[in-house]
């Protein structure tokens, strides 16, 4: 697998335009580390017919992984998990009076033989949820590994530089713990 084609590896789903602004992070998350994915507007209800076939047919497209964002008690991993093997991954979105509680119970309560991996509700689980689609096709692309390695090290780096802000006379000093 190359991580530069131009054919999608990941489908992000969601099921309504109000998803949009929390399911961009997923894409922002997935042009960072220059995988290819398409976005799509389906819904569990709304559009039952056609979430099940996009999911039938995803891997003979060439996707290898399904992100799914829905709020409102969301069904849409759990339906789409239902047509495909590929790995789907849940994100609940906080749209409802119940501020994703529903969401996040309907995407990670699957009954055993639909697997739905499910992220945290909103954006932050919309960028783990691309997160772990890129580590889950790192399995099989050492550049794509490479990138996420340096990606961790980034983030360690940037925390540690955070302790700078803190006064010098009470700072851990971290060589000093070795």
């Known amino acids: 697998m ?16 109000s998803d949009l602004p929390v399911m961009e992070a997923a894409a922002e998350v997935l042009r960072q580390f ?9 819904s569990a209800h709304r559009t039952p017919e056609q979430a099940a076939r996009y999911a ?5 497209r060439g ?3 399904l992100i799914a964002g829905a709020g409102w008690a969301a069904h849409l991993a759990g339906v789409l998990a239902s ?54 096709l790192a399995t099989a692309d050492p550049v794509l590994a490479h990138r996420l390695q340096e990606h961790k090290a980034d983030m360690a780096q940037g925390v540690l530089q955070r302790n700078e802000k803190i006064d010098p006379a009470v700072r851990v000093r971290f060589q000093e713990l070795d």
Do not use: W, Y
Not at 2 to 17: C, P, T
Not at 34 to 42: D, K, Q, R, T, Y
């Open 2 to 17: 190359q991580v530069h084609e131009n054919k999608a590896l990941v489908g992000i789903l969601m099921g309504s335009d």
């Open 83 to 136: 047509k495909t093997a590929l790995p789907v991954i849940g994100v609940p979105i906080d749209s409802s009076p119940l501020h994703g509680m529903d969401a996040l119970l309907a995407t990670v309560q699957m009954p055993p033989g639909i697997p739905v991996a499910t992220m945290a509700v909103g954006k932050g689980g919309a960028r783990n949820a691309a997160l772990f689609a890129v580590q889950i």
């Open 56 to 60: 039938a047919n995803a891997a003979e």
């Open 63 to 65: 996707l290898k992984v």
């Open 34 to 42: 220059g995988v290819p994915f398409e976005m799509a507007i389906l």
